[in-house]
């Protein structure tokens, strides 16, 4: 089956939810060191939270019939602290996750994660945990994401969602991909260069 | 908002533009590479038909995966050798540097950098890494990055990055004999927490911080990203200068002249503003050592494991995951903690002083019996000087293994790695469950002299006792 990633403007995003509990959870928990020798991402999506799977043996919310084909992840605080392997959000991009919410995220996370079109957003430990709740007790449910309205939903309930302004309007314009935007100010980079002393001798 | 620091006088140097989500495009100095986190990145430039924009800029090490007991080439694992020859590839295709096995000057990537010289102050400095905070040792703003913008840093020599806010964090008096620029890391990360850092980067500041040597400051700033914050810097002055002259990337002549008045003008203002500030005394830290699964989670040798019911709310459940991963008791003291693993190097603690140090207390002792114990280089730079001073022998008399230098069992992507349950003490950067390549393996964060003292004793041990006795020989 071939996977179809983050493309253009994100401003919805629906489907079924799991969870993951814990503040502080690293990057190494998300995609353990050894699983990044390799010099393509493709097979990350099998290996996401490879030691805390086999300790759980088939119980993990990973591993769960009921979870397999969910797309929204939600999480505590500090999701993704450590080190700044792009594996890990590509880990759980492959598994199939599209949207990430949590108390508060690392910053380099959250920032490869934007790079790759998938929002973390944030809300307040109170509402995570209801929101949390709420999915274990109803894994089928469908929750409907709405960028523009900072918010998730299904029939019943909404819960209020914070994101940053840069990274609202980066995902809302399909701008997330920064490439082609960098390399349109080839002009100004060259002037950057000619200002910087240690480019040019220290004259 | 800061003003006048060094953080924004060098943020104002290499700012580009504003782009239109209200970041920056901020320009990258210097793009430091490795084997890890680049191929993908180099496949998206192939992809989308980009070339390297400035592959002078771009300086490529190997690291992570490098055996050090055996580097002849082909390495016996495959998946490291593919990498390796695909980074080989990469820059010879794009013509970037690449100091390689074999080239004298190949090491941990934010070991061989600064010494070569190519890590100076009032640069930028980027890397697939998140340890290149290190490099703000030398008053350059440096900050790691994932493969999305190592791909456009490639191609553009720029980044989209919002700017941090600045929390200054002044330390007062000295550390005491004994007591190491890691102990003082682990204590600040002890205080503010691994998320503290979160949106900040720090400047490291004060008297205690000024009488650091160079290598002192670098494991301060690797460290900054464990306690949440991206980026650590400590302004330049007469010994970051003094470290720099003379090395290979150092300007040189006339240019030296300039340089340090560039460098000088660099220095955080009397006046300037930070977006927060706190203080602390360094005469007052004692060795500090981890006992749980976060950097965060650290006390002196001294104490005793927190019990997590007494801890605030917040901290209490990851308190207990801790006890239980680590099998260590609430109010048991820290102190003869048995330890199966003793491991000396990293990007943290593998440079030549943290080596000569750690020897001090070894000389003329023995490793406990059943310890296995081994010391890494951060360098092949290291491991040459540390060779001629005889550092190597001083190891290896009492029983310590001898590597080639890799990033090795801190993260064990190598075959150095922490079988089953062993605990390890370890001179390394983090304590994650499963960190050292086992899966339910332990690891406990320390000074490397601290490290050299669980070596000989078998168990966690003041590293002042046997710094004591040494004084009675």
């Known amino acids: 089956?071939?996977?179809?990633?983050?493309?253009?403007?994100?401003?919805?995003?629906?489907?079924?939810?799991?969870?993951?509990?814990?503040?502080?959870?690293?990057?190494?928990?998300?995609?353990?060191?050894?699983?990044?020798?390799?010099?393509?991402?493709?097979?990350?999506?099998?290996?996401?939270?490879?030691?805390?799977?086999?300790?759980?043996?088939?119980?993990?919310?990973?591993?769960?019939?009921?979870?397999?084909?969910?797309?929204?992840?939600?999480?505590?605080?500090?999701?993704?602290?450590?080190?700044?392997?792009?594996?890990?959000p590509q880990a759980l991009m492959r598994w199939g996750i599209r949207l990430i919410i949590g108390e508060s995220f690392a910053e380099i996370f959250f920032g490869n994660c934007l790079a790759l079109g998938i929002p973390c957003m944030t809300s307040s430990k109170q509402e995570i945990t209801k929101l949390q709740n709420l999915v274990n007790g109803n894994p089928n449910q469908i929750w409907d994401f709405n960028l523009e309205e900072l918010s998730i939903s299904n029939q019943k309930e909404s819960f209020v969602l914070d994101l940053e302004g840069g990274a609202f309007k980066m995902l809302y314009s399909g701008k997330w991909d920064a490439t082609s935007q960098l390399l349109d100010a080839e002009e100004k980079i060259n002037n950057t260069v000619k200002n910087l002393p240690y480019l040019n001798n220290f004259k | 908002m800061s003003s006048g620091t060094l953080y924004d006088k060098v943020w104002n140097f290499h700012q580009v533009k504003e782009l239109p989500g209200g970041s920056t495009q901020l320009f990258?100095?210097?793009?430091?590479?490795?084997?890890?986190?680049?191929?993908?990145?180099?496949?998206?430039?192939?992809?989308?038909?980009?070339?390297?924009?400035?592959?002078?800029?771009?300086?490529?090490?190997?690291?992570?995966?490098v055996p050090t007991v055996n580097q002849q080439r082909p390495f016996s694992d495959p998946l490291a050798e593919e990498m390796l020859a695909t980074l080989e590839k990469n820059c010879k295709t794009h013509g970037i540097k690449f100091h390689g096995i074999g080239s004298n000057s190949q090491g941990v990537v934010h070991v061989m950098a600064p010494e070569l010289g190519l890590t100076q102050p009032g640069m930028t400095v980027a890397c697939g890494d998140s340890h290149t905070s290190t490099h703000g040792a030398f008053g350059a703003i440096a900050f790691g990055i994932g493969t999305s913008q190592v791909r456009d840093v490639l191609a553009s020599q720029s980044l989209a990055m919002k700017k941090l806010k600045v929390r200054r964090i002044w330390v007062d008096g000295s550390l005491q004999k004994g007591v190491y620029a890691k102990d003082l890391i682990l204590h600040i990360i002890r205080l503010l927490g691994v998320k503290g850092g979160v949106g900040f980067a720090y400047e490291f500041a004060g008297p205690a911080?000024?009488?650091?040597?160079?290598?002192?400051?670098?494991?301060?700033?690797?460290?900054?990203?464990?306690?949440?914050?991206?980026?650590?810097?400590?302004?330049?002055?007469?010994?970051?200068?003094?470290?720099?002259?003379?090395?290979?990337?150092?300007?040189?002549?006339?240019?030296?002249?300039?340089?340090?008045?560039?460098?000088?003008?660099?220095?955080?203002?009397?006046?300037?503003?930070?977006?927060?500030?706190?203080?602390?005394?360094?005469?007052?830290?004692?060795?500090?050592?981890?006992?749980?699964?976060?950097?965060?989670?650290?006390?002196?040798?001294?104490?005793?494991?927190?019990?997590?019911?007494?801890?605030?709310?917040?901290?209490?459940?990851?308190?207990?995951?801790?006890?239980?991963?680590?099998?260590?008791?609430?109010?048991?003291?820290?102190?003869?903690?048995?330890?199966?693993?003793c491991f000396i190097g990293s990007c943290t603690n593998g440079r030549l002083s943290d080596l000569q140090e750690a020897s001090k207390i070894v000389a003329g002792r023995k490793v406990s019996a059943g310890i296995r114990a081994f010391v890494v280089p951060g360098s092949q730079k290291v491991a040459k000087e540390a060779k001629r001073k005889g550092i190597d022998k001083i190891f290896l008399t009492a029983g310590f293994e001898w590597r080639e230098p890799g990033c090795s069992m801190c993260l064990a992507m190598n075959p150095d790695k922490l079988e089953g349950r062993q605990i390890s003490a370890s001179s390394s950067n983090r304590n994650f469950k499963g960190r050292q390549g086992s899966a339910n393996g332990r690891t406990l964060l320390m000074s490397p002299a601290?490290?050299?003292?669980?070596?000989?004793?078998?168990?966690?041990?003041d590293v002042r006792k046997l710094l004591q006795e040494e004084n009675y020989k």
């Open chain 2, 450 to 461: 601290m490290v050299a003292a669980a070596a000989i004793n078998g168990k966690l041990t």
């Open chain 2, 209 to 341: 911080i000024e009488k650091l040597s160079m290598e002192g400051r670098m494991t301060i700033c690797n460290m900054a990203i464990e306690g949440g914050a991206r980026c650590g810097y400590i302004n330049p002055d007469e010994t970051t200068f003094k470290y720099l002259k003379g090395k290979e990337y150092s300007p040189k002549g006339q240019e030296w002249d300039n340089a340090i008045k560039w460098w000088k003008s660099l220095v955080s203002d009397s006046e300037a503003k930070f977006d927060d500030e706190i203080q602390l005394d360094g005469s007052s830290i004692e060795p500090t050592v981890t006992w749980g699964i976060t950097p965060g989670q650290g006390i002196s040798i001294k104490e005793k494991v927190p019990n997590p019911e007494e801890l605030p709310k917040n901290e209490q459940q990851i308190a207990k995951d801790a006890c239980k991963y680590m099998n260590l008791e609430a109010d048991q003291p820290i102190e003869g903690t048995s330890i199966d693993v």
């Open chain 2, 28 to 65: 990258v100095g210097l793009h430091l590479i490795h084997e890890v986190t680049s191929p993908q990145a180099f496949s998206a430039l192939n992809e989308k038909n980009l070339e390297v924009k400035f592959p002078e800029l771009t300086v490529a090490t190997v690291d992570h995966i």
């Open chain 1, 1 to 88: 089956m071939t996977q179809t990633f983050p493309k253009g403007e994100i401003k919805a995003i629906s489907g079924r939810s799991l969870v993951i509990k814990g503040n502080d959870i690293d990057t190494d928990r998300i995609i353990p060191a050894r699983f990044l020798k390799c010099v393509s991402f493709s097979a990350l999506g099998e290996q996401v939270f490879a030691d805390d799977r086999k300790e759980l043996n088939g119980n993990h919310p990973f591993d769960l019939d009921q979870n397999k084909g969910s797309n929204i992840l939600v999480v505590n605080d500090n999701f993704g602290c450590g080190s700044s392997r792009e594996h890990a």
